[in-house]
């Protein structure tokens, strides 16, 4: 009852300080700046953002925006599970690969852009490839680790049936590595996301990415922050949808407490 | 006495001269050493011995876990390879997480490449003689620990082995569980005639469970001796307070005391 009691105080204190918060935006951008190019006031961007919606400009962006980062991650997942297994699994190969695969994930995706443009060119692919590998190396090192972290009593008990490679993968260490898949697709959405949006303020002319830009350079500060608002749900709805995801494949789970 | 019983019963696996040896880097740790021995078909044969007498070693030779230094293990109308006539039950219970009793005890099939629903007949007999029944459906953490060795065993069992190797399965239970498997796998065995090699440190164990046991000195791991325990079929928790029972239990301690003052 008092666990109960703590966690509905919890959000209704979160929820308290997002209020707060966007009473301090609107009485600052009101009355402290109140110049509506530089800091929109809430109320303004509520309404951009009903304009957005309502004259059905934003559909055809976010959709495009969608259709790339979905591309990018699904193949991020099946390339970067598949890998880490196999790495993970045979750890020499893994060995004469690691420093080339921890520079690229140290490296910022985008730093390459520029190579991906030349080598690519312009247009769909680019993105999809940007959002690929800033999700695919998370995706990638976390599968690796996951599959490192099983007790090696497991796997004596799949050789002990007599089982091939692959059935020892399948039955016993990819559902183990699951909960390390998950937290690096975690990573991967919002990194995804970020490569996504940097991807389309160089080179498009669609996507969540070139709105924001466009806006910036048209000065529509009230849709800008309109955008990034969606940005923020975005977000927030990915990592939500990954947690759903994971739970379900945990449902075996107990629950805490 | 022993060679009595090898003339009713068959050799299944013979041992010859065995030995494994570890190394690492500087050092090269003889585990056993030039053991030999044979597995009457049929019998339940347990393997007892101080920490570090190669018990495991052995028991993994035989799972084709590890391969021998040298030596040769020869398993009678072993026409398929090692594993697919041998099924090992840790001494962990080793039940994964996610899946529920049902698909823990499918596992050995599933890797073996056999499919669960072809055989479903024998999951469920499999189910009901470990008294795993109305567990079918539960999680590993929702199980006693005896319950999760009773599935371990089961697990084992379902891929119907002609040898169970059984490593200390019950080193981690209390006393009362541990003497309510006893009984469980001494009943099992005696309805499904298959061959148990049965690894422990504990005599008491040992005596009430096997028709022979192997008595292993350590360092390296060689055999001292080969006690035909001769106790009949029949064994109850009261059969403990037996005189034969308590005979043969302080001759294998006399043995293994005189290994510990040598």
């Known amino acids: ?257 | 006495m022993s060679s009595k019983n090898k003339s009713k019963k068959s050799i299944k696996i013979k041992v010859s001269d065995l030995s494994v040896s570890y190394s690492n880097d500087k050092k090269n740790l003889l585990a056993i050493n030039d053991i030999s021995f044979d597995v009457l078909k049929g019998e339940f044969l347990a393997i007892i011995g101080p920490s570090g007498c190669g018990k495991t070693t052995i028991l993994n030779c035989l799972a084709g876990l590890i391969r021998p230094t040298s030596g040769t293990i020869f398993i009678k109308n072993s026409h398929n390879t090692l594993k697919k006539q041998i099924t090992m039950v840790f001494q962990d219970a080793l039940l994964l997480p996610w899946r529920t009793v049902h698909s823990n005890i499918t596992l050995g099939l599933e890797i073996s490449g056999i499919s669960p629903k072809n055989k479903q007949n024998d999951i469920d007999k499999t189910l009901n003689l470990f008294g795993l029944g109305n567990f079918k459906n539960f999680y590993p953490h929702e199980l006693s620990g005896g319950l999760k060795q009773r599935v371990n065993l089961a697990r084992a069992y379902v891929c119907n082995p002609e040898v169970l190797l059984l490593d200390e399965p019950f080193s981690h239970l209390d006393l009362i569980t541990k003497e309510k498997l006893q009984l469980e796998l001494r009943r099992i065995f005696l309805i499904s005639k298959k061959t148990f090699i049965f690894v422990t440190h504990d005599i008491d164990e040992a005596v009430f469970l096997a028709d022979r046991i192997l008595l292993l000195s350590p360092g390296p791991g060689e055999i001292k001796t080969i006690v035909n325990t001769n106790l009949g079929k029949d064994r109850k928790v009261s059969f403990k307070k037996n005189r034969s029972f308590l005979s043969v239990k302080n001759r294998v301690r006399l043995l293994l005391a005189q290994e510990g003052t040598k």
């Open chain 1, 1 to 257: 009852m008092r666990k109960k009691e703590l966690f509905g105080l919890n959000i209704k204190l979160g929820i308290l300080g997002l209020i707060a918060f966007i009473i301090l935006w609107e009485v600052i951008a009101l009355f402290v700046v109140n110049n509506p190019l530089f800091l929109t006031p809430p109320h303004q961007v509520v309404i951009s953002l009903h304009q957005l919606f309502a004259q059905g400009l934003i559909y055809e962006h976010l959709l495009a925006s969608l259709e790339e980062f979905f591309l990018g991650i699904g193949l991020a997942v099946i390339f970067g599970v598949i890998l880490g297994i196999f790495f993970g699994w045979y750890k020499k190969i893994h060995w004469f690969f690691s420093p080339l695969l921890t520079s690229f994930y140290a490296m910022p995706t985008i730093a390459i852009f520029p190579l991906i443009l030349i080598w690519i060119g312009l247009g769909f692919w680019p993105k999809v490839t940007i959002v690929f590998l800033a999700a695919f190396f998370p995706i990638l090192i976390n599968t690796i680790a996951g599959v490192r972290n099983i007790d090696h009593d497991f796997i004596r008990l799949g050789k002990s049936f007599g089982g091939s490679d692959l059935k020892i993968i399948t039955n016993i260490i990819f559902p183990a590595t699951l909960p390390f898949i998950a937290s690096g697709l975690r990573m991967a959405v919002i990194r995804g996301l970020s490569g996504m949006l940097v991807a389309e303020f160089y080179v498009s002319n669609k996507g969540i990415g070139y709105l924001i830009t466009y806006f910036g350079n048209t000065f529509q500060t009230d849709k800008l922050f309109a955008m990034v608002i969606i940005i923020i749900f975005l977000g927030l709805a990915l990592t939500l949808l990954v947690n759903f995801l994971e739970k379900r494949l945990q449902a075996w789970k107990p629950e805490k407490n």
